[in-house]
């Protein structure tokens, strides 16, 4: 990965607690009736993202999961791993998607013991403004106390969320590649996992995990956003071999631990909102992307979706419309203007190969080709990362190299998200 500005040098075509407050979000809409979301804010301080998900409208375009149902007297366990450590943690809750106020009865923190289990010791309650609950308004979202929680990069955590009264359709972030756990009844401070007899492979409310202390304040945390590949489908499961997962581990490698956050969404688009796979690209960038603290630079891998999406059929919503180079272009660089205006760094990065798969036609190659040269040659971004070439087969440069392919042509497995991790130029960002 080199930056615009060097590519043009060489002409190389490279690639605290804080009083409550009601905090209105701008640009927040979705069905809970179109008003601005309202942000439930209990601390300041210098927090940075340790981990995050981007949340989503309930909705089961591949199969039943709880998100349309929604819960009632249960408790949901959910595992993550963090990018960074530090003394203290806080959680981070999303009622975006909810048309009525979302109750949270209690929710805890711990170590991770495996499973659904947590170590002994270590559970920590969470409060809300000092109340062990909190109502989440409708479009809203809210973030817990800090709570003294001593907690090392790469180091897998469990929040647990006790649910008493029903919920209704929940928000949620579909691929998780993660295991999460539900139990009948209060078991927010169960040491022992037996009690949670449902799994799901999706993540409910839980939208971020931030720390604090340990490390000086600094904006150098980094933003993955994107679509699956970025999401991690291919990966395999509770693996944390995400390309964002794998970036985590390079900076730790090298001593310099980093908020590495995953806003990706399978299925997303940056010029078309869709039923299942979020609002476009463009909107969400703010919303996302963009709202996180202390973030230095946005890693922005998406448009493949744009061109085949056209194709889409027995999903909800159906096909989308057709999207041109042009118009994807336009909408890259609406997201390239959001980001400097907060004085974001914002990395461009070239569409992964696609022959072999269900999205591979002439037409949407060509369109993807053009699209790649438009990233590594126009300067418009701030740098270029080339995961196309990072994980191309050199025999067949339109196709992923074998080793890298999960298997379905489209998505990169573990090899290739490590590959993709290790095209990103650890000084760039």
């Known amino acids: 990965m080199r930056s615009t500005k060097s590519m043009r040098r060489t ?28 942000a439930v804010e209990y601390n300041g301080g210098a927090w940075r993202g340790a981990w995050a998900a981007s949340p989503q409208a309930p909705t089961a375009p591949f199969g039943p999961n709880w998100s349309t149902q929604g819960f009632s007297d249960h408790t949901l366990r959910q595992v993550v791993r963090v990018s960074t450590g530090g003394t203290k943690a806080r959680i981070e809750l999303s009622n975006r998607y909810g048309t009525t106020p979302l109750r949270i009865t209690g929710a805890t923190v ?11 010791g270590s559970v920590r309650p969470l409060s809300f403004g000092k109340g062990r609950s909190v109502t989440i308004p409708a479009g809203g979202t809210a973030r817990s ?5 001593p907690v090392r990069a790469l180091e897998s955590v469990t929040v647990t969320l006790y649910l008493a009264g029903p919920t209704g359709p929940a928000t949620f972030h579909h691929f998780a ?16 996992g037996s009690a949670f007899k449902e799994t799901a492979e999706s993540w409910y409310y839980l939208s971020g995990v931030e720390v604090s202390g340990g490390l000086a304040a600094r904006r150098d945390g ?20 995400r390309y964002p997962d794998e970036l985590a581990e390079r900076f730790a490698a090298a001593g310099h ?23 476009k690209g463009t909107t969400r960038f703010a919303l996302d992307a963009l709202s996180e603290p202390n973030v230095g630079t946005v890693v922005v891998l998406e448009g493949i979706n744009d061109f085949g999406g056209n194709g889409w059929e027995g999903i909800p919503g159906g096909p989308t419309p057709e ?41 949407n190659e060509a369109k ?26 050199p025999a067949d440069p339109d196709r992923i190299l074998p080793a890298y392919d999960s298997g379905d042509h489209l998505h990169p497995g573990d090899a290739g998200y490590r590959a993709m991790a290790e095209a990103l130029d650890l000084d760039e960002l």
Request: net charge negative; charged share 20%; glycine share 14%.
């Open 110 to 120: 711990a170590r991770t013991a495996g499973g659904g289990a947590v170590r002994a």
């Open 145 to 149: 106390d800090g709570v003294p929680f």
């Open 368 to 393: 993807r080709e053009a699209f790649n040269e438009w990233v590594r040659t126009s300067g418009e971004y701030d740098a270029v990362v080339d995961f196309d070439r990072a994980v191309a087969d």
């Open 257 to 279: 631990p980093r908020s590495v956050l995953n806003h990706g969404i399978g299925g997303n688009q940056v010029t078309n909102d869709t039923v299942w796979a979020g609002e």
């Open 222 to 241: 980094v933003v993955t956003f994107g679509d699956s590949i970025t999401d991690g489908v291919g990966a395999g499961t509770n693996t944390d071999n």
């Open 323 to 363: 999207v041109s180079v042009d118009e994807l272009i336009d909408g890259h660089r609406s997201l390239i203007r959001q980001a400097h205006a907060k004085g974001i760094k914002v990395i461009g990065a070239t569409l992964t190969p696609v022959k072999g798969s269900f999205y591979y036609t002439p037409v």
């Open 177 to 192: 590649g993660a295991t999460s756990y539900r139990a009948q009844g209060d078991h927010r401070s169960d040491l022992a």
């Open 11 to 38: 002409g190389i075509a490279l690639l605290a607690a804080a009083t409550l407050t009601a905090l209105p979000v701008a640009g927040t809409h979705g069905p809970a009736g179109g008003s601005a979301a309202v």
